[in-house]
């Protein structure tokens, strides 16, 4: 049984008149699904395109329902939570997540920072006690494998790369990852797209090959 969770990031679509303009996060995630599911059934999966529907942003009223107890919520605070509610189920049977997502500025998207506004909610995917002192945040889900796919103009954000310096994309997944319940990470980084030239194809090339190994490899698994 395998429940898989595909988030992608990117404002371009996967497909489009103009094919260099095609999303190249999403594509390599969809290649890696494609070769997963070549090999093994995905008995349920669960999409969500952040790029082109962003969940909303959180407001005071959203904190106010998280903070209320359950069984004093309102209909209203019930439904400015539904959402959140949703998205966390999908999280919670999720076996695998798969996160696509382009570097725009140096970071995640806004439109992926607030699907992880919605799910990092207390009580739900994490829980806070003073008790554990300096540390009072404890994740409650546990034993997921995230696919970390991302797509950057430049190059160098890896470790010891010329830009790691400057690198808040994948260390901020990485940080995040651990609310979702991810116990093993698997990263694939397409670089050098703005530079359109042999190292960007070298580059997309293997991101490919990666995209399509790690499919057979967890398919295995
Ligand atoms: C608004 C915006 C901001 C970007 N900022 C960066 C950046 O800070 N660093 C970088 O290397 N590339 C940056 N890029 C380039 C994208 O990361 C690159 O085009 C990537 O391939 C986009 O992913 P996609 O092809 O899946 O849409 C930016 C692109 C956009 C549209």
Do not use: C
């Not at 090999?39 to 903070?67: C, K, L, S």
């Not at 696509?100 to 970071?107: D, T």
């Not at 042999?198 to 190994?213: G, I, K, P, T």
């Amino acid at each position: 049984m395998t429940t898989l969770l595909h988030v992608d990031a990117s404002v371009r679509a996967v497909k489009n008149d103009n094919p260099a303009h095609d999303s190249i996060s999403k594509n390599i995630a969809k290649h890696f699904i494609d070769s997963f599911a070549k090999h093994q059934v995905i008995d349920e999966y669960f999409y969500r395109d952040v790029g082109v529907n962003p969940p909303p942003f959180i407001t005071q009223d959203w904190i106010g329902a998280v903070f209320t107890p359950d069984d004093k919520k309102t209909a209203e605070q019930q439904q400015l939570l539904a959402l959140s509610d949703t998205l966390i189920a999908e999280i919670s049977a999720a076996d695998i997540i798969v996160i696509s997502s382009p570097m725009y500025n140096y970071g995640m998207p806004a439109q992926l920072k607030a699907w992880f506004d919605q799910v990092i909610r207390i009580n739900q995917t994490f829980d806070f006690d003073l008790a554990r002192g300096d540390f009072p945040l404890q994740p409650l889900l546990g034993g997921k494998t995230l696919v970390v796919i991302t797509s950057t103009g430049e190059f160098g954000f890896e470790q010891g790369g010329i830009r790691e310096h400057i690198s808040h994309l994948v260390p901020h997944l990485r940080t995040l990852s651990k609310y979702l319940g991810v116990s093993t990470i698997h990263e694939i980084a397409s670089e050098y797209q703005e530079f359109a030239d042999v190292r960007h194809q070298l580059s997309l090339d293997n991101a490919y090959s990666q995209a399509a190994a790690l499919g057979l490899q967890l398919s295995n698994q």
